[in-house]
Nanobody
Framework: QVQLVESGGGLVQAGGSLRLSCAAS????????MAWFRQVPGKERSFVAA????????RYPESAKGRFTISRDTAKNTVYLQMHSLKPEDTAVYYC?????????????????WGPGTQVTVSS
């Protein structure tokens, strides 16, 4: 089992920055691919960023490229999502996800473990 807890969400003005954290506990963090997804009410959960278990490869959708950066700290069993140039349309609940395996997969059904989410609100 893997437990995930997100933190770092909050209210920020458009153009601002936030860093989300996701602390993982339980089974070995080293063998987990990690990702961030987000969801707004009434819409499907969407992919935001993923990182492979080695931390050597990342993937982003076009909407996040150049603004968001995913990283991981194995010593702290934590994955981060640094977000810059935030827009009101980035407002959502952000979820951390984990899956055993080496690759930075982007489909939510590939992820077995999920955190409870953290709210990010970007005001205009």
């Amino acid at each position: 089992q893997v437990q995930l807890v997100e933190s770092g969400g909050g209210l920020v003005q458009a153009g601002g920055s936030l860093r989300l954290s996701c602390a993982a506990s339980g089974r070995s963090f080293t063998y987990l691919a990690m990702a961030w997804f987000r969801q707004v009410p009434g819409k499907e959960r969407s992919f935001v960023a993923a990182i492979n278990w080695a931390g050597s490869r990342t993937r982003y959708p076009e909407s996040a490229k150049g603004r968001f950066t995913i990283s991981r700290d194995t010593a702290k069993n934590t994955v981060y999502l640094q977000m810059h140039s935030l827009k009101p349309e980035d407002t959502a609940v952000y979820y951390c996800a984990a899956a055993y395996g080496p690759n930075e997969v982007v489909t939510q059904t590939d992820y077995e473990y999920w955190g409870p989410g953290t709210q990010v609100t970007v005001s205009s």
